[in-house]
Every structure is written in structure tokens, then in C-alpha cells.
């Protein structure tokens, strides 16, 4: 009968069943080649009978790995990070390796004593759009296999989205509806994500004559969006470039409870393609980035690197494009 719960049977419970060492059971479930066949299956149904669950810190001891990754994301409402999860845990799945989920706040993660308690039960780690400095990431990079994604810190391997395509497609949509005055508006922290985008949006509208303002919101929130809105009204702008879909949906909510008309008096453009986009009225366009491909070929990059591949400065670009749905459209003066 298996033990319960709180009686967590042991190596020693289940050699003593098997009726062998130990160290023939610890063989026997870490490199099963070492052991015949029939001591392999007692030691199999003794470790069944009992409800046996390797320790996987304990089977890291001969081989130096866990088959544990480790998964940090921002503390954030962006809904576009499931979809990382989810990829990611699949991928590592694939492989028999399982992921540890971190969420971390500015450089809370690595003050506290959680960075460096993960590090030590991970065999590599994923950095999705880390606020951290560069040389805290080198500083990790140096300790165990580094990835990022939406970051590029040289000497460590990233992917990343390859902004300036879908941006310059938006841009040059808006020029074309005569839009002449459009407001960026950017999510706050200034990220290295936010502040690429600004600078792909500048040199869009500077190659089409157009006349760009930046407009920094307190949240990268449904609610920042809408706290942002006055302040594109201020500016005189007649179309907006967003950092996030949650950005942009704020602020299409605010600026229709002010009367105005989207896309008519204002047309709106979001970033990430989260699935709320399509379900909005009118639904929101967007420039649109596979959060899942960025993620698939992260955890695939960094599986090979645990596994002995050298990938220093490697960085691999996922293609962005411009979706238009109804809430981008032709300038009207008001």
C-alpha cells in the first residue's frame, strides 16, 4: 500500500521492498541501463506500490542537471505573456524537461534571496522582457544559460521581434488615410521594448513627414490607456500608435465616453495582437508579433545550449506585420 502524503516514501523504503541497495535503486531510476531487466521491474513495482517520486535535485547530483527551466516574466496585466507560458512549457514538455513560472518586479527578484534560490534548481533560464540592467543579466548569463526575449544584451543570446517591419506598415497606413499628427504612447518604466518601438515610430514618421508626440502613460493597463487620453487630445493628434493592445483599448473606451468616434475623429493602433483586440468595438488594429514563436524557438535555443551548443551573441528575429481592423481609417477634421 503506498504511503501517504505526509509519509513520503524514500530510496531506502523502496530498496528494502526491492529487496536490493539503495544505490542499485538510484541506478535503476537515473541510468536504467546499468541494471538488468528483472531487478529494473522490482525495483519499478516497489517504487509504484509505494508511491515513490524522485527527488529531482537528488537525481541532479550525478549528472549536474535538474530538466528544470526556469521562466521569468515582469509583473504586468499584458495578457500577451500567456501565450509565452504556455509555448514555453510545451516545448520544454517536448524535451522532459519541466518550468518553473517566476513573476518579478523591477530588481526585486535578484535583491531578494529568489533569483539566486532559482539559479540554483534550474539548469538554464528564459528572460522574457527582463527590467533589469544589462550587467545584472550578464551576471546571470555567467551562472547558468541565458535566453531573452524582447531584450538584446550583447554576449547574451535573444530573440526578438523585428518591430520596424510592422510599425513602418502602420505608419505608412496612416500616412496614406492623411493623418499628418500622430501621438505614441508609451508604457511606463521606459523598457527596452518601449523604447525600440520609439525609435522604429520616429523613423517611420520622420521618413513620411509626419509629425510624432510622445505621450508616457502611468500603466501598461486598460486603465493607463484611459488616463492617457486627455493628453492625446492635448496634443492635437489624430491617430495613435500605442505600446500595448491594453494601452489601446483604454483609450478607445475614454475617447468614445468623450463622443469621439473611432476610427472618424481618432484612429487607433494597438501592439501585440492579444486576443481581445479582435472583440472590441470597432476591433482594434494592431501590429502583430507570434508571442508563441518567439517563445518556441527561446526554449528551443535554450534546451541546445544546456545541451552543449555555443550560442554566444546569437540573436534570432521573429517577423512583425500590420493587422487593420476597423479602428484605423481616414483622417476627418473635426
Not at 523604447?195 to 493607463?224: I, N
Request: glycine content about 8%; hydrophobic content about 40%; proline content about 4%.
Amino acid at each position: 500500500m503506498a504511503k501517504s502524503v505526509h509519509s513520503r516514501a524514500t530510496i531506502y523504503d523502496v530498496a528494502r521492498m526491492a529487496g536490493v541497495h539503495p544505490s542499485t535503486v538510484s541506478r535503476a531510476l537515473s541510468t536504467p541501463g546499468r541494471v538488468n531487466a528483472g531487478t529494473k521491474k522490482r525495483i519499478d513495482e516497489a517504487a509504484a506500490e509505494l508511491g515513490y517520486l524522485a527527488n529531482p535535485f537528488a537525481r541532479a547530483l550525478p549528472t549536474g542537471r535538474t530538466n528544470t527551466l526556469g521562466l521569468l516574466i515582469p509583473k504586468t496585466q499584458n495578457p500577451a505573456f500567456y501565450d509565452v507560458i504556455c509555448t514555453a512549457q510545451q516545448v520544454a514538455a517536448s524535451r522532459d524537461y519541466a518550468l518553473s513560472l517566476h513573476v518579478s518586479s523591477g530588481g526585486a527578484w535578484t535583491r531578494s534571496g529568489t533569483g539566486p534560490r532559482l539559479m540554483e534548481t534550474v539548469d538554464g533560464l528564459l528572460l522574457v522582457s527582463p527590467d533589469m540592467d544589462d550587467d545584472t543579466i550578464r551576471d546571470l548569463a555567467d551562472a547558468k544559460p541565458v535566453v531573452l526575449v524582447n531584450r538584446e544584451v550583447q554576449g547574451v543570446p535573444s530573440v526578438l521581434p523585428d518591430i520596424s517591419n510592422g510599425l513602418n506598415q502602420a505608419f505608412r497606413s496612416l500616412a496614406a488615410s492623411g493623418h499628418r499628427e500622430i501621438a505614441f504612447v508609451a508604457a511606463p518604466g521606459d523598457s527596452w521594448m518601449s523604447r525600440r518601438r520609439w525609435e522604429s515610430a520616429s523613423a517611420a514618421s520622420t521618413w513620411l513627414g509626419l509629425r510624432l508626440h510622445k505621450v508616457y502613460a502611468t500603466k501598461d493597463s486598460t486603465d493607463g490607456g484611459r488616463e492617457a487620453a486627455r493628453s492625446v487630445r492635448a496634443c492635437g493628434a489624430t491617430a495613435v500608435v500605442a505600446d500595448s493592445d491594453l494601452l489601446a483599448i483604454g483609450l478607445m473606451q475614454e475617447l468614445h465616453a468623450a463622443g469621439l468616434g473611432i476610427p472618424d475623429h481618432v484612429s487607433i493602433i494597438g501592439s501585440d495582437d492579444i486576443l481581445a483586440a479582435e472583440f472590441t468595438s470597432p476591433p482594434l488594429s494592431t501590429i502583430r508579433c507570434s508571442s508563441e514563436a518567439c517563445a518556441a524557438q527561446a526554449t528551443a535555443l535554450l534546451l541546445d545550449i544546456v545541451h552543449g551548443a555555443s550560442a554566444l551573441d546569437t540573436v534570432i528575429t521573429v517577423e512583425t506585420e500590420f493587422v487593420m481592423r476597423g479602428s484605423n481609417g481616414r483622417f476627418t477634421s473635426m
